[in-house]
């Protein structure tokens, strides 16, 4: 029983905590009860307030007004200096869910943070595990595979867009020397391909450099013994690396959805502006344009709802995964 | 050495305290006027310097201009600083944003502030095409700052080489010309699409051709309105252009490069864009370039084109001394020789015609006819419902609607005619909504 032993593991952690300086000297501030760390509370409630509001301030101005900013103009129409305001109550998400282009928008989404997900993990891999097998130049060799997460997003943008721009793009004429009707501006599939590889090149040093790390901190003992018994580099990877490095791989597949979904909005809008025809438009991307570009906030705030939704529902999923699935003893 | 080295430090310093002393003391009795602007490249600089000129002309007032990106950007950073109360105190806003600015109930209408603050401005000055557009109910709600229309543009020396003395003035002429010039490999492109191709490969030459765009005089008699062009000559237009692309000769440049650097630069041959392109051609292109007016549809009942560009905006929520300060940088703006200057340095129309009469006497227009070709364009025949303009509710809105279907035409995902349909329908959604927001406007 997995989940048991995690709670005993917990517990045992829990019981070496009085080591830590800080706590001893809340100690006096804090009645322990007999049932220990989980009954504890504080004898003035004033400093228990005052410890957590920093974070509750953060949680604030950064979740909670947005959030019923959001809320409160996700049921109107809304004049966008805010001089007119009509209740539609459920009007703007109707229109949404009946709208062929938000659905066409939500498919592509979820295409795009699939393959985005999985095809950065498994170049990551790929570089990872190289990089324990090359024996020179390894500092050079990671530094490079890092480069690309120093780039800012709109800054790779322009240049992806550049250099893939079919009428002036060095890179694009030399794919229409190879025989390929690139053109981004008219093919939907060149233009989410393009997309797509830009956000896999600025995400995967991310993910490298997790890899890298949980690929480092398996045992030797293990990866000798298994040498041992015959297996060769690939076998060994698979066998017992990467089961070894499973919570990285599940965290990472947690950020990669969350970069897919949140965080490409700077490559969308400088590489393709979510064209042509809103092929490269994303949910976010979506929301973004419909209320700072063209200013109908109800239907953007609809759609940030909506995209709250998805968040908290997602991270609850992998969440849920995550505990079942991972081992965290080693 | 080193006590050089110190003497010159503090002599520096001493310096930038006086410097800083100076400067403090006359910005504290001057008032400041924020001017939120939209126009970058050379044309920004062009903005700065007449801002420059307005500061050192009087000493009350201190305009200061902040570039807030492109028109949509600068009208996003309006409203969250309306919200908050940090709004500038002058906007410059888009023709495509005029009814939001309009019915936001955040401006205060430029002829109340000039008739308030003293100041006379003579409203039928201002050249048909500009007033036409700007005066509501008679009265001019913004004050028409840098107004423009598309030309076409083309490369003279490619027509040379391909046989021909300039463009055809018909759209059946000119697609002749594009093909021969890709035929004759004189270019591999004959013509750049604009970004902003749907002002004018599509509404203006729906003005031009005198075709109707949409019900109630293209939303002059009222919020009603409904697209039409679904059923216009405009279904033909972007089969052409569908064709064009197809076949390679017009060409989209798409993220990462300017359509009109695809022109200045050489490679594309023609452009249809804003007459505000002067200033740029004129450093960039390293060719024998011309310009001319748009082409029509053959056997068509020419008429004028309609404007582009930008106007003034006073902002509501400012004291009375900052309001006396924009109306006096309006003034100023409204002057006879700075609207000269102005259109000299940036290409943008004279928007009175004192100004464009005092430039035609001067034999300006001699020296630079394709400066002359926009007002030109804009004063063919008599304004009809057709031609005035457009009054949209959420114009940017709909607009954003008609280029994706369009794109779904260049994509081959839609026929032209499916795409204007469903841009029609969705574009009348957002006229419904404006007009259920503003009804009774």
Known sequence: MPASNAIMIDREGAATRPRFPLRRSLGSLVRSSEAGLKASHFRRPWLAGGLVAPQLLILLFFFFIPTWKALSLAFVQVDPFGGTMIFVGLDNFTTLFSSPEYRDSAILTLWFTVVQCIATLVVAGLLAFATDNVMRGRAIYKGVILLPYAIAPAISGVLWAFLFNPTVGPLAQMLHELGFAWDPNRRPFDALLLVSVAAIWKHVCYDYIFLVAAFLAVPPSVMEAAAIDGARPVRRFLTVTLPMAAPTIFFLIVMNFVYGLFETFGIIDTVTRGGPAGSTNTLVYKVYQDGFRQLDLGSSAAQSVILMAIAVLFTFLQFRAVERKVNYQV | ?441
């Open chain 2, 1 to 441: 050495m080193a006590s050089t080295y110190v003497k010159s430090i503090t002599g520096l310093f001493a310096a930038g305290a006086l410097l800083m002393g100076a400067t403090g003391a006359h910005a504290a009795d001057r008032v400041k006027i924020e001017w939120w602007y939209a126009i970058s490249g050379k044309l920004g600089d062009t903005v700065q310097q007449l801002i420059s000129d307005f500061n050192k002309s009087q000493d009350k007032y201190e305009v200061v201009g902040t570039f807030k990106g492109n028109y949509e950007e600068t009208m996003a950073a309006m409203v969250a600083a309306y919200r908050v109360n940090q709004q500038p105190a002058i906007l410059q806003s888009a023709e495509r944003g005029f009814m939001t600015m309009l019915n936001s109930g955040a401006v205060i209408p430029v002829d109340q502030l000039m008739a308030k603050q003293g100041y006379k401005t003579d409203w039928n000055d201002f050249i048909k095409p500009v007033a036409g557009f700007y005066i509501v109910n008679g009265k001019p709600a913004a004050l028409p700052f840098n107004s423009s229309t598309p030309i076409l543009w083309y490369n003279a020396d490619a027509f040379r080489a391909a046989g021909f003395d300039a463009p055809s003035d018909t759209w059946q002429g000119l697609e002749k010309q594009l093909y021969a010039l890709k035929e004759k490999k004189v270019t591999d492109c004959s013509m750049a699409l604009p970004g902003d191709f749907q002002w004018s490969l599509i509404e203006n030459y729906s003005a031009i051709n005198n075709y109707p765009f949409a019900t109630k005089a293209n939303g002059y008699a009222g919020l009603d309105t409904e697209f039409t062009y679904n059923k216009t000559g405009v279904v033909g237009q972007v089969a052409r252009l569908k064709k064009w692309v197809d076949d390679g000769v017009l060409k989209i440049a798409g993220q990462g490069v300017a359509p009109i650097s695809l022109f200045t630069s050489g490679t594309c041959a023609t452009i249809i864009n804003s007459t505000a392109s002067h200033s740029g051609v004129e450093a960039d292109a390293k060719f024998k370039w011309s310009a001319a007016v748009m082409p029509h549809e053959e056997g068509a009942d020419v008429r004028n084109g309609t404007i582009g560009g930008a106007s003034l905006w006073a902002v509501k929520g400012k004291s009375e001394e900052v309001q006396a300060g924009v109306a006096a940088f309006f003034n100023f703006v409204a002057q006879p020789d700075t609207q000269e200057w102005w259109s000299k340095a940036t290409g943008y129309v004279p928007v009175t015609n004192t100004a464009y009469r005092k430039m035609k006497a001067e034999g300006y227009f001699k020296d630079h006819p394709t400066r002359e070709i926009a007002i030109e364009q804009l004063s063919r025949g008599e304004p009809t419902d057709n031609s005035r303009g457009f009054r949209f509710g959420n114009h940017n809105q709909s607009t954003a609607i008609l280029i994706e279907e369009i794109q779904a035409v260049w994509t081959g995902k839609k026929t032209p005619q499916e795409a204007l349909d469903n841009s029609v329908k969705r574009g009348n959604e957002i006229l419904r909504q404006y007009e259920k927001l503003h009804a009774g406007k």
